[in-house]
Nanobody, 124 residues
C-alpha cells in the first residue's frame, strides 16, 4: 500500500488542523491504520490508530484533543487535531501493514508501509 499524508502546517497554540492519509494500490478497508509522529531529536512515537472495525486508540497525551477516523470509500484516514499545543510539533506519519495484530498497533517496528510525513508546527 502506498500512503500519502497531507494537511500539516503552521498553527498557533489552541488551533486545529486535520491531517489526511490517502492510500493507493490497495483498498484500506481490511487494514488497521495508524498515525505516528516524530519530533526533532526524538524517537518516532505512536499517536493514534483505527482498526478495520473502527475501534480507536490514542496515546494519553492526545486523548480528548485528537480524533482519528476513516473513509474507506475514499481510501483515506483522517486525524483531526484540536487544542494543539507546542509539544505536538512534529512530522506526522501514517502507516499500515498487512497482518498487523491489535497488540502491535503501538509498535513502529511492526509497520511496513509508511507515508512520507507531513510537518505540523504549533507556535506558542
Amino acid at each position: 500500500v502506498q500512503l500519502q499524508a497531507s494537511g500539516g502546517g503552521l498553527v498557533q497554540a489552541g488551533g486545529s488542523l486535520r491531517l489526511s492519509c490517502t492510500a493507493s494500490g490497495r483498498s484500506i478497508s481490511s487494514y488497521h491504520m495508524t498515525w505516528f509522529r516524530q519530533a526533532p531529536g526524538k524517537e518516532r512515537e505512536f499517536v493514534s490508530a483505527i482498526t478495520r472495525s473502527r475501534s480507536t486508540y490514542y496515546t494519553d497525551s492526545v486523548k480528548g484533543r485528537f480524533t482519528i477516523s476513516r473513509d474507506n470509500a475514499k481510501n483515506t484516514v483522517y486525524l483531526q487535531m484540536n487544542s494543539l499545543k507546542p509539544e505536538d510539533t512534529a512530522v506526522y506519519f501514517c502507516a499500515t501493514s498487512a497482518g498487523l495484530i491489535l497488540s502491535s498497533l503501538r509498535l513502529k517496528d511492526q509497520y511496513n508501509d509508511w507515508g512520507q510525513g507531513t510537518l505540523v508546527t504549533v507556535s506558542s
